[in-house]
């Protein structure tokens, strides 16, 4: 595996280390997201409290606050991750220009893609990736939020 | 062939080269010369491909692409491997984009200079990292080899070494440009040498020529540069003391 994450990025630079810092950000992207299931259980638990608590006809009126609010921008470290990757992108090119003008040499390969390929193979990857971890957690999390919320808390807009 | 047809460049409003005009042979060994900022660097960059330019330079009448361009080497003395790399592991990567790459001119090289194999370019000293640049350039199986001061940071001996094993290694079909200000130490060595002055040409001879002529490379320089040779003195002259200065100016 390292050969071929090798051949997508600088020569010389570790690959590995470029992966510790993505699955770090991601990681601490995941960590943060976890904010979502404390705020829809505290507002779940609040809202069975009321249910319990109020006549028929205000409980009725009870509903969980739709997904997106409860979200609260529970998947921004994803974004901002991706974010970076234009930023790796460019640090992998002035990469060239540490030590010595290894981009006289690359600039001069027979092959033209080389170059941009190890600038923005792994800027590329890495932002679909975290993009990609981002929808999946939110499924994963909308998935969470319709099991556990009662069926009479659910905003009748989920029914259509 | 490789042939330069009005080459110009400039930069904002400074000409680095001013239609300069070249054809080189396979098999010679050509000296650049040229005061600091006469377009050396310019032009071996122009022929490379890293500027933009004026005017034409093509290789055996083709415009210079990727298709062609790795029949152009470069040596320079900022040096273009990457420092992080051992010698060994470049000669994988060049084998790896260099079809016609020398192993064994390169693993030659690298024993006769004692070069360590598995150590990283960046932990080579500076005089073992010029022999490195230019090992792979010549290894690199380039008709055209272009070096741009590669010997900075060398000691005499091995510049006088490397100048031996190169006019030993070399094959007939190989041209060597080399880009220096060591006149002296290059003379016996180049078959030509041109001129560049402010980013123009000023002088192509033929060591033939300059032989036919009893000349030797240094004087055929300093006549196309115009060198004054009382230039120190008159200058020394001028900041004498007069009269009615007791100080020394200097």
Redesign the interface.
């Known amino acids: 595996m390292k050969c071929r994450l090798d051949s997508l990025c600088p020569v010389g630079l570790d690959p590995m280390r470029e992966l510790l810092w993505f699955f770090i950000g991601v990681g601490a992207s995941t960590l943060y997201s976890l904010k979502f299931i404390f705020s829809l259980l505290s507002t779940r638990s609040n809202l069975l409290y009321s249910l319990e608590r109020l006549p028929a006809g205000d409980a009725a009126m009870l509903t969980m606050p739709c997904f997106s609010a409860l979200m609260n921008g529970a998947t921004i470290g994803f974004l901002l991750v991706a974010l970076c990757m234009p930023a790796l992108a460019l640090v992998h090119y002035l990469y060239h220009y540490q030590g010595s003008r290894s981009i006289y040499l690359m600039r001069r390969l027979p092959q033209r893609w080389e170059l941009a390929r190890r600038c923005l193979a792994l800027p590329a990857l890495g932002a679909a990736a975290a993009l990609l971890c981002g929808l999946v957690i939110t499924l994963l999390w909308m998935g969470l939020y319709l099991f556990a919320t009662p069926r009479e808390l659910l905003s009748p807009l989920w029914y259509l | 062939m490789l042939q330069l047809d009005s080459v110009s460049k400039s930069y904002r409003n400074q000409k680095a080269l001013q239609e300069v005009s070249l054809t080189l042979r396979p098999g010679e060994i050509v000296g650049l010369f040229g005061e600091n900022g006469a377009g050396k660097t310019t032009l071996m960059s122009c022929i490379?491909?890293?500027l933009r330019h004026e005017g034409s330079i093509t290789l055996d009448g083709a415009p210079i692409t990727?298709?062609n361009?790795?029949r152009?080497s470069?040596a320079?003395s900022?040096?273009?491997?990457?420092?992080?790399?051992s010698a060994a592991?470049h000669r994988e990567?060049y084998q790896l984009?260099?079809p016609a790459f020398r192993t064994r001119r390169f693993e030659g090289l690298m024993e006769f200079f004692e070069l360590p194999m598995h150590r990283?370019?960046?932990h080579l000293s500076t005089g073992q990292q010029n022999q490195l640049e230019v090992i792979l350039a010549l290894s690199q199986g380039a008709d055209y080899i272009l070096m741009d001061e590669p010997f900075a940071g060398n000691d005499l001996f091995n510049r006088e070494d490397f100048y031996k094993v190169l006019s030993g290694i070399l094959e007939p079909n190989e041209t060597v440009v080399i880009s220096t200000h060591l006149i002296e130490e290059i003379q016996n060595f180049i078959g030509r040498a041109v001129l560049l002055h402010q980013g123009r040409l000023i002088g192509d001879k033929s060591a033939d020529d300059l032989e036919a002529e009893g000349k030797d490379l240094v004087q055929f320089v300093k006549e196309s540069y115009h060198y004054r040779a009382d230039r120190v003195s008159r200058a020394l002259g001028s900041f004498a003391p007069d009269d009615h200065d007791d100080r020394n100016p200097l």
């Open positions: 490379l491909g890293y990727r298709k361009i790795a152009l470069f320079t900022v040096h273009s491997f990457f420092p992080n790399l592991a990567f984009h260099f990283p370019a960046r």
